[in-house]
């Protein structure tokens, strides 16, 4: 049985740090590029970053460029997103994903396989 679970949500004030991780397990990790997407109040789902599967190529949506930092952990099954410097635009259900790319490029949600349930992220200013 496929599962992404993700943790680490919660409210912070703007400025502030939060780290989110999940944790996949019913699939072959090491060989799934992981991303990380978020969803405001009204609004569509957004790419927030991506991670390959050997970790060594990134991709963050310009609105966090310089702020998140994507992770992960192929021996513990784990990717993680390390937010600073957070702002209120930031607030969002954040959905860890994983899609059967090798990750060189940007992938498009259409190709994610799998989906965690979500965790929320609120940044009070």
């Known amino acids: 049985q496929v599962q992404l679970v993700e943790s680490g949500g919660g409210l912070v004030q703007a400025g502030g740090s939060l780290r989110l991780s999940c944790v996949a397990s019913?699939?072959?990790?090491?060989?799934?590029?992981m991303g990380w997407f978020r969803q405001a109040p009204g609004k569509e789902r957004e790419f927030v970053a991506q991670?390959?599967?050997?970790?060594?190529?990134?991709y963050y949506a310009d609105s966090v460029k310089g702020r998140f930092t994507i992770s992960r952990d192929n021996a513990q099954n784990t990717v993680n997103l390390q937010m600073n410097s957070l702002k209120s635009e930031d607030t969002a259900v954040y959905y860890c994903?994983?899609?059967?790319?090798?990750?060189?490029?940007?992938?498009?949600?259409?190709?994610?396989?799998?989906w965690g349930p979500g965790t929320q992220v609120t940044v009070s200013s």
């Open positions: 994903g994983a899609a059967p790319r090798r990750g060189l490029t940007v992938v498009p949600a259409t190709y994610y396989d799998y």
């Open positions: 019913g699939f072959s990790f090491s060989i799934y590029t």
């Open positions: 991670i390959s599967i050997n970790g060594a190529t990134n």
